[in-house]
């Protein structure tokens, strides 16, 4: 492979992922309210953007649609370009050499961003003004990812990103042919997302399930 030809797909890679992180900001800004167990904001209706279109049952039906629409490639687009990325180097990586450079890279900004940025924001905001038990609401609901934390994906990416890597060492191991060793992936993905909804909310595993394939 010629460098240009390596520049271009390390380019359409950043390019990719530029346009799916803005993909979810925007799905996440359609948010009109947010209600969870362990902490929400109703919608606000008096604020001047919505005061003179907010109520109108089109406005919400619009926000809706545009909402389910970018649901349904925003994040597989995210953790299509990640399962490119991780496939270009996994041949290179130990579990551990892998483990650590993705603790780095996606649980450490998790724990920074949930407990400096995060939860901060949603607190100023009012989120948790009718938590009973503000301590136990910010650990189930942002650490323990229970509820509404909008940076659960990274957690779900660590634990998939090793799971895979440790399974694709596995077969190679056992000597299987490659093209069984993808049938198996396969298979194991759609047994996963077909449990997805069965699975509880505790450290995402529910998204975990559903996004391994």
């Keep these: 492979m010629t460098e240009t030809s390596s520049s271009r797909r390390i380019d ?10 803005i993909l979810i900001i925007i799905a996440h800004s359609h948010y009109l309210s947010i209600r969870t167990t362990f902490g929400g904001i109703p919608a606000q209706q008096s604020d001047v953007l919505f005061s003179a279109i907010g109520s109108s049952p089109y406005f919400h039906y619009a926000n809706k649609i545009i909402y389910e629409i970018l649901s349904t490639f ?32 996606l649980i450490i900004p998790f724990i920074f961003s949930t407990l400096f940025l995060s939860v901060p924001i949603k607190y100023l905001c009012g989120y948790f003004d009718k938590s009973q038990n503000l301590i136990y609401d910010i650990v189930c609901g942002h650490i323990l990812l229970m509820s509404n934390s909008h940076l659960w994906f990274l957690v779900t990416l660590f634990v998939i990103f090793i ?10 191991r056992i000597a299987i042919n490659a ?17 997805s909804g069965r699975m509880p909310e505790l450290l995402a595993i529910d998204q975990l399930f559903n996004y391994f394939h």
């Excluded at 890679?13 to 799916?20: L, M, T």
């Design 179 to 195: 093209s069984i060793n993808q049938s198996i992936i396969i298979l194991l993905g759609a047994f996963m997302l077909f449990f």
């Design 12 to 21: 359409w890679i950043d390019y990719a992922r530029v346009i799916s992180i």
């Design 74 to 105: 925003r994040l597989p687009l995210l953790f299509l370009i990640s399962g490119i990325v991780y496939s270009q180097s996994r041949k290179k990586r130990t579990i551990a050499e892998l483990t650590r450079i993705k603790f780095r890279r």
């Design 163 to 172: 799971i895979y890597h440790i399974i694709d060492l596995i077969l190679k």
